[in-house]
């Protein structure tokens, strides 16, 4: 166990250097458009003496692979660098954003565990039934629409044409902005419905599909034998081998979210990181970029690692490290 | 004795897609208790769905059962009970064991927690008492170290170590009646004759009835008392075991017992199989169903539908010419050997 944890940290170092080693090269220059010193200073007019100070403090002047040297150094001493734009370290920006992105991911995997696992398992067990036929209809549908989309709409809708009903006011949660009608929480229902939105449906398919094949198992014949009751047998006997793969799909989503949800904090104005590194692009804030990229790399890794850590202990077969006996 | 399970007319039929398959057709038959009656036949000859009607686990989405049938167990419908009754029967009075140990038990749940779990259920055991019960249960079914092998899971065990816990869990309550459904079949030939004796021993000991359902005429000889021969859903012949293995009536047994293979012949003896298909269940060739397959089939045998006759003294047969005395195969013999 501690070995097989041992690789698959070890395994990490390789996906990490790749993914940074990729962000130096674009940074290059001719690589992409762009005088790093216009970027920190903007569009004002600078003298050749603020020039060369800026070139020697951000160490622009040497060669890449120095540069990327020197990063990695920093890194392991847990420097991200300086913004460009707002002359604050990196570090402390993303930890200060977190804490709106992990709210905001909690909330929509509730979403998705709760609607997606009990329609899942609604239409699983009452195959090709009315809720059933509903369930892979609008999961389809769910499925299809893009979540920037999903989002604007759903501001138009409950901030808009139903503005009468939902408030009458202008400040509607429908944004990471506070407000002086509604309490904190329910800013987040729009944004985290929106970002549960297609993870909800691949959860409802995914239960749906691994229910009905549990429930063709020989071992359901078996409880059913024993007397059990056909709730007992599906609660006890296909849920919990049906959940196996749910719950690395909802896993491997959190890790995902965690890392930001560039697409819906931007949509929302929600104030995560996702939306920061979005800014971070337009700017061509570099540091915020790179930090951000790293950060999201790091997430979706831990998660995942964590998702198959999780394995071992909902199915016995899965032992890591060593044979069973 | 008493008469613990009487089946009476039993039709389960199948709406599907393609037709009507009679699975079941009318089959009658009884069981006393501690006794084992065995049901033989080849796939798709309606053992296992006469099983399943009984349990009545048969799915109710497709499957029907005929009006007119009907299961009694110590008297009593099963069939017009409703659902609550049915369950506490059902693992509590009448238990099952399936084909393959390898895929019917629960993959993530511990095994004596599977053994245990139907003392939970029937006997209002607490979980700890069920989880003690279930490691004398498995100790009993010969698991050595069954404290330990208790906390394993099913893929910890081999293939007859898993039938074992499969016997303890169906035996966990004590049932009148054990339907046993080719408990043997998917287990290698060694494996087979342990599990075989082990059920002979556990049924000396508890006196439960079995009703043992195989394709292996061999598997029964030692065991079964009554032996009711199925094709194409009805019976074809029912007696007590040494009528059938050493007088058999019909044709149909005949060829059962020729294909077996012998020990008590030379080496060179030939096995003779049953030429032909099974029918499809769909379009039951008319007449007898076994007439496309049977060498000694007449012009009648086209167009009658031979019934279920009483030939001897319990011993009947569901051929047209079981009557005629000369109609018989003396040596036909059997190769179960006795231990």
Avoid at chain 1, 216 to 238: F, M, N, P
Avoid at chain 1, 249 to 270: P, R, S, Y
Avoid at chain 2, 7 to 31: E, I, M, W
Wanted: proline letters at 5%.
């Amino acid at each position: 166990m501690l070995k097989y944890l041992i690789r698959r940290v070890l395994q990490m170092i390789p996906v990490f250097l790749g993914v940074t080693m990729l962000l130096f090269v674009l940074r290059a220059p001719g690589v992409l458009p762009g005088d790093p010193v216009r970027m920190i200073t903007g569009e004002r007019a600078i003298s050749d003496t603020l020039r060369a100070q800026i070139v020697e403090e951000y160490g622009l002047d040497r060669s890449l692979p120095e540069q990327y040297a020197i990063y990695l150094g920093n890194l392991m001493k847990g420097d991200l660098g300086q913004s460009f734009q707002k002359s604050r370290p990196v570090v402390d920006i993303l930890a200060d954003k977190f804490p709106n992105t992990v709210r905001l991911a909690l909330a929509a995997i509730v979403i998705e565990i709760i609607m997606g696992i009990t329609a899942g398992i609604i239409s699983a067990v009452k195959q090709y039934s009315l809720a059933d036929v509903l369930t892979t209809l609008s999961t389809s549908i769910l499925v299809a629409i893009p979540v920037f989309w999903l989002g604007m709409m759903l501001q138009l809708l409950f901030g808009i044409l139903l503005k009468r009903w939902t408030g009458g006011a202008f400040y509607l949660p429908i944004s990471g902005m506070e407000s002086y009608q509604f309490p904190a929480w329910a800013h987040m229902i729009l944004p985290a419905i929106t970002l549960a939105s297609v993870s909800t449906a691949y959860v409802a398919r995914i239960m749906r599909s691994q229910m009905l094949e549990a429930l063709g198992q020989d071992y359901i014949r078996t409880a059913e034998a024993k007397g059990l009751s056909r709730r007992a047998v599906i609660w006890r006997h296909a849920m919990k081998n049906a959940m196996i793969p749910v719950v690395t799909f909802i896993g491997i989503d959190l890790g995902v979210m965690m890392a930001g949800a560039i697409l819906t904090e931007t949509i929302f104005n929600w104030p995560g990181v996702g939306l920061e590194i979005f800014h971070a692009i337009g700017q061509r804030d570099w540091p915020v970029l790179m930090g951000g990229v790293i950060f999201i790399v790091f997430a979706v890794m831990i998660v995942n690692l964590l998702v198959d850590l999780s394995y071992a202990v909902l199915d016995p077969r899965i032992r890591y490290g060593g044979a069973a006996e | 004795m008493s008469t613990l399970l009487e089946v009476r007319n039993l039709k389960t039929h199948f709406h599907t897609r393609d037709g009507v398959v009679k699975a079941v057709d009318g089959v009658n038959f009884s069981l006393e208790a501690g006794q084992t009656l065995a049901v033989v036949g080849e796939s798709g000859s309606g053992k296992s769905v006469t099983a399943l009607s009984i349990m009545r686990l048969i799915p109710e989405s497709t499957g029907v059962i005929g009006a007119d049938s009907d299961i009694l167990f110590k008297g009593e419908s099963i069939l017009s009970m409703d659902d609550v009754s049915m369950r506490s029967i059902r693992g509590d009075r009448i238990a099952m064991i399936f084909q393959d140990p390898m895929t019917s038990l629960n993959p993530v749940y511990r095994v004596g927690r599977q053994v245990g779990e139907s003392l939970v259920l029937h006997k209002g055991l607490k979980k700890k008492e069920a989880d003690e019960r279930a490691v004398e249960l498995l100790d009993m079914v010969g698991i050595p170290h069954a404290r330990e092998r208790a906390r394993d899971y099913p893929h910890q065990f081999s293939g007859g170590m898993r039938q074992r816990a499969m016997i303890a869990m169906a035996l966990a309550c004590d049932p009148d009646i054990l339907i046993a459904d080719e408990p043997t079949t998917a287990l290698d030939v060694t494996i087979q004759a342990q599990i075989l004796e082990l059920m002979i021993a556990l049924q000396e000991r508890t006196g439960t009835a079995i009703i043992m359902i195989t394709h292996d005429l061999g598997v029964v000889a030692d065991m079964a008392n009554d032996v009711m021969v199925m094709y194409a859903g009805k019976q074809v012949e029912y007696g007590t075991a040494e009528d059938v293995f050493y007088r058999p009536l019909h044709p149909y047994t005949w060829g059962l017992l020729e294909s077996l293979p012998r020990h008590d012949v030379s080496d060179k003896g030939v096995l003779v199989p049953i030429t032909g298909q099974p029918p499809s269940l769909i379009n039951v060739p008319d007449g007898c169903a076994f007439h496309p397959r049977c060498p000694y089939a007449k012009e009648i045998c086209h167009t009658t539908v031979p019934s279920l006759e009483s030939i001897e003294d319990g011993h009947s047969s569901a051929c047209l010419f079981s009557q005629d005395p000369s109609f018989r195969r003396d040596e036909v013999s059997p190769s179960g050997e006795v231990a």
